[in-house]
Each structure stands twice: as structure tokens, then as C-alpha cells.
């Protein structure tokens, strides 16, 4: 597999001498689990044998765990027994705490509560990442006073981070850290404790998202404050600025590169497009550099980000000046998005364009960075069901998008952020979630079990036919989503964790 190794954010390709060779699919393979043959026949589901691992070696030793939740072990308790396989079973067990155990750092400010949650193997804190490492954790909020608290410290800690610079994607521990140390020399505005200030309009929506489900989760509104109100309006100016209505806007971001993924055009403002409504996004959640730089599946992420924070305005915070704003900035880029951000596919019919210019100019692909288009129902920005959007998943999930890769260890989307022939296991986990297919997520299920190169964790992406060459060993997001599988599976369809 080819290694973008120019990349700070890609680890080398770990070797496991472990990896056991590829087996053939098997009758009995097809019939596991009761389900027809004819309808797992799509899937390679056994064409690759798991990598062996030591199932005793996997979480950090209690007094080494960086939180401890009662709510979150009785779950993962209860939820293991569901499970029939049990290296499945483990891997639940080890990767659904894994950003408690390892990444979360709660403390207070000013008596109040404040978590710094980095990634995993990079120290520092991505307003996406961190918000989608806890967000599985909201459901268990009210069970458990200390975890709320630490959630609520989540929400705090990226309140100041948006009123540091709403434009950059993440943050130091302190204002006194220096950056990253691929961001020391960016020709871009950097403030004290930016981590890196690369403009993605995901950063701020995760936020909202966050934000909203601790409300929803636990009722209280204390975080709403004074503090909390600035912050929203940041959030609405910045999008407002980045519609570009008015002129460029005060972003820009340039890089001494040589991957072209890593910088913007024009003098740090990106590829032109036409100023419609949507809101300019420099940079995907991959963190690599938009082409067109309306990018789809972000904007549609912002009118669901908008609903919710005019929601949290009205509701909670007791702003209706910001409800107003999100209201009529809602509106036009609703308007926007239906007019610019779809496109005939000659093969799939009418689907969302991964990202437009605004002057006819389309990019067709998918990313497995989320947001994607296969993950528009999980965000909530649709329905699993609705007619675009399986045009569009049919269309991501197949070999037109450029992006998906076939192997004889698992089917799935990768990224350019990582290169040909590298399956994200955040992809398989995406199209579960949004499944509307038993033996689809059955399938996803066993491509996740076996695809770990032996370590039982999640990776950010691993060879599409040998598992064993993968990216970042320690990812924090990939393990919590993996747990919130497991625990929807659990919920809504248990039978499906007797079958993988």
C-alpha cells in the first residue's frame, strides 16, 4: 500500500506478523446466522481470516484509566452478554471506553467544569474529534453525576476554544502551548492555543451538535451562558462571513507543502467559486483541502447544526437575537443547496454533489471522513430512506466512486488523505449505522471484527486486502463510534450481534 508519509496526521503502516493468510468463503460461511446465501452473496464476508490477538490485553489497567464512569462499565457489561462471538465481544469491551480510558483530561476553570480530550495518538483537541469521541456517551449522562459533569466540561472547553478563533479546527492544552509542529511556520493568523487553523465548517457544527444533545441528554442549562451566547454568534458570523457574499472574508491559509492536500490556492483563499448562499469550506473533515470549495455534505450538516442551534437559542440559552439569525442565514442556504449541490449521475440518477464551484463544476466522490455523504441520516440531515439519498448512497458505495475500494478483506470508502486501496473502518461503521439492511450490517460487522490487524482496536485505515498495514494505531474517534454500534445494534435489532 502506497504511505503518504508528507502527511503529519498519517502514522507509518504497522507490520503484524501475526496476519493469518486470506481463506475462501465457505457454504457455511454464506449461511451463518440463518440468513440466506443469496443475500450475503454480495458480500465478501469471510474471505480474510482475523488476525489473531491477545484478548487479555487490551484496556489500561484501572488506576491508569484517565476516567472511570459506573454507568458506562454497567453498559458494557450488559451489552457484552448480547454478543455471541467473542472476540467481538472484547472488542466492544475495549473499544467503546477507549476515549475515557485514554484521552479525556477533566478538570475546572473559574469552578466550573472543563475537559481537553485529544485524539488519541496526537496531543492536541479537534472540535470534531472530540465532540464525536464522547456524543455516544450522552444517553448515559443522567445515570451518572460524574460523567455529566465531564460532558458538560466538553461543552464548556469548546465554548472558549470558538471565542479563541472560530476559524481553526483545534487546540493546545494551554494559550502558552506552542502549535503542532506542522503549523509552526502556516502563513495564516494564528492565536494563542490554535493548534492548527484550518477552516472546516464540520469544527463548528460538531459543537452544535454536542452542545444540543448534552441539553437534550441531561435537561440542564447551565452551560448556555453568557460565555456560551458569544460563542454562538461567532459561529453565525463565521458562516455568515464564509458565505462570501460580501467579499472574500478574513481567512486565509497557505503552507510549504508539496502535497497539494495540505495548503490553498490563490493566495491562501481557495479555488474560486461563485458566492450562492452555501457556505465556503477551505478545508474537509479529513482535514485535507476542498477542490470546490462548496462543499456538500458540510453545508447540509450546517442547516441541521443551524436547526439545532436556533433550538438551543430559544429554548435553553434565551437568545432569541441568535434564533433569528440562524432562521434566516437556514434559509438561504437551504435555497442554496437545492439549486447547486446536486447532480445527474449518468449511472445513478439525480445525487448530492460532494462538492460544487456554483458555476456548473461538480466533484463526484465520497470521503469516509465524516461528514460524507453516506453519513447524512446518521447527522440527521435526512432520512435513511429518503429517494436522493439512496441514489447517493448507491452511488458512493459502488466502484463510481472513486473512493471505494473492493478487497479480499472488506468493501469500503477510504480518503485521499490516505491514499489508494485504504478502506476507513469509520466508512464501515457509517454504513451500518445508516443500513436499513440486516445482512448489510451483519456484513460490516464481520469486515470490522476482522480487520484490526490483530489489536482489536479500530484504525483510521488499513490495507483493503491485508489488515495488517494500517494507519494510527490509537483512534480514539473510530473506537467510541465502533461502541455506538454495538449499543444501537443492541437496542434496536440484538439479534444481529448473534450473527456476526
Not at 117 to 125: E, L, P, Q, R
Not at 173 to 199: C, F, I, N, Q, Y
Amino acid at each position: 500500500m502506497v504511505k503518504r508519509t508528507t502527511h503529519p496526521r498519517i502514522t507509518e503502516m504497522k507490520n503484524d506478523s501475526s496476519s493469518l493468510a486470506p481463506t475462501p468463503i465457505t457454504r457455511r460461511d454464506l449461511l451463518r446466522g440463518g440468513m440466506a446465501a443469496s443475500a450475503l452473496a454480495a458480500f465478501p464476508l469471510a474471505q480474510y481470516k482475523a488476525a489473531t490477538w491477545k484478548m487479555d490485553q487490551g484496556r489500561p489497567p484501572v488506576g491508569e484509566r484517565k476516567f472511570q464512569s459506573p454507568a458506562i462499565e454497567a453498559a458494557i457489561q450488559r451489552v457484552k452478554a448480547l454478543i455471541a462471538d467473542p472476540v467481538l465481544g472484547r472488542m466492544f469491551e475495549r473499544c467503546f471506553p477507549n476515549t475515557l480510558d485514554t484521552t479525556v483530561f477533566p478538570g475546572s476553570v473559574n469552578g466550573k467544569p472543563d475537559t481537553f480530550v485529544i485524539t488519541g495518538d496526537i496531543d492536541a483537541m479537534w472540535l470534531r474529534d472530540s465532540s464525536a469521541q464522547v456524543h455516544p456517551y450522552l444517553p448515559f449522562a443522567r445515570q451518572d453525576a460524574g460523567l455529566a459533569r465531564l460532558l458538560e466540561g466538553v461543552v464548556r472547553r469548546q465554548t472558549r476554544m470558538i471565542l479563541i478563533d472560530p476559524y481553526a479546527n483545534a487546540f493546545m492544552r494551554s494559550t502558552t502551548d506552542p502549535p503542532l509542529s506542522w503549523s509552526l511556520h502556516d502563513r495564516t493568523t494564528m492565536k494563542p492555543g490554535v493548534a492548527e487553523r484550518k477552516w472546516e465548517i464540520d469544527s463548528l457544527c460538531y459543537t452544535v451538535r454536542l452542545a444540543h444533545g448534552y441539553w437534550q441528554a441531561t435537561g440542564d442549562t447551565s452551560p448556555f451562558d453568557a460565555e456560551w451566547r458569544q460563542a454562538a454568534q461567532s459561529i453565525l458570523t463565521t458562516f455568515k462571513q464564509q458565505q462570501r457574499l460580501q467579499g472574500q472574508g478574513p481567512y486565509s491559509f497557505g503552507r510549504l507543502t508539496t502535497n497539494p492536500y495540505d495548503t490553498l490556492a490563490l493566495n491562501g483563499y481557495g479555488n474560486v467559486a461563485r458566492p450562492v448562499g452555501m457556505i465556503y469550506s477551505m478545508f474537509r473533515p479529513s482535514d485535507d483541502s476542498c477542490v470546490y470549495p462548496l462543499f456538500v455534505p458540510a453545508n447540509l450538516f450546517a442547516v441541521r447544526a443551524l436547526e439545532q442551534l436556533q433550538e438551543l437559542a430559544a429554548k435553553a440559552a434565551g437568545a432569541p437575537g441568535i434564533a433569528e439569525q440562524c432562521e434566516s442565514l437556514l434559509e438561504t442556504v437551504r435555497a442554496a443547496l437545492r439549486q447547486y449541490g446536486t447532480v445527474q449521475h449518468p449511472e445513478h440518477g439525480r445525487i448530492w454533489a460532494y462538492e460544487v464551484d456554483g458555476y456548473g463544476n461538480t466533484l463526484c466522490m465520497d470521503d469516509a471522513n465524516v461528514p460524507s455523504l453516506l453519513s447524512l441520516p446518521y447527522l440527521g440531515c435526512c432520512d435513511s430512506n429518503d429517494p436522493l439519498y439512496q441514489n447517493t448512497r448507491r452511488f458512493v458505495l459502488s466502484t463510481a466512486n472513486p473512493w471505494y475500494f473492493e478487497g479480499s478483506a472488506a468493501q469500503g470508502i477510504g480518503s485521499p488523505h490516505t491514499g489508494r486501496n485504504a478502506i476507513w473502518p469509520m466508512s464501515l461503521l457509517i454504513r451500518a449505522l445508516t443500513s436499513t439492511h440486516d445482512e448489510e450490517i451483519v456484513a460490516c460487522l464481520r469486515w470490522l471484527r476482522n480487520t484490526t490487524g490483530g489489536t482489536g482496536y479500530m484504525h483510521e485505515s488499513f490495507d483493503a486486502s491485508d489488515p495488517s498495514q494500517y494507519t494510527r494505531p490509537w483512534f480514539a474517534w473510530a473506537n467510541t463510534l465502533f461502541g455506538e454500534l454495538v449499543l444501537k445494534l443492541a437496542h434496536e435489532k440484538p439479534s444481529l450481534l448473534q450473527q456476526a
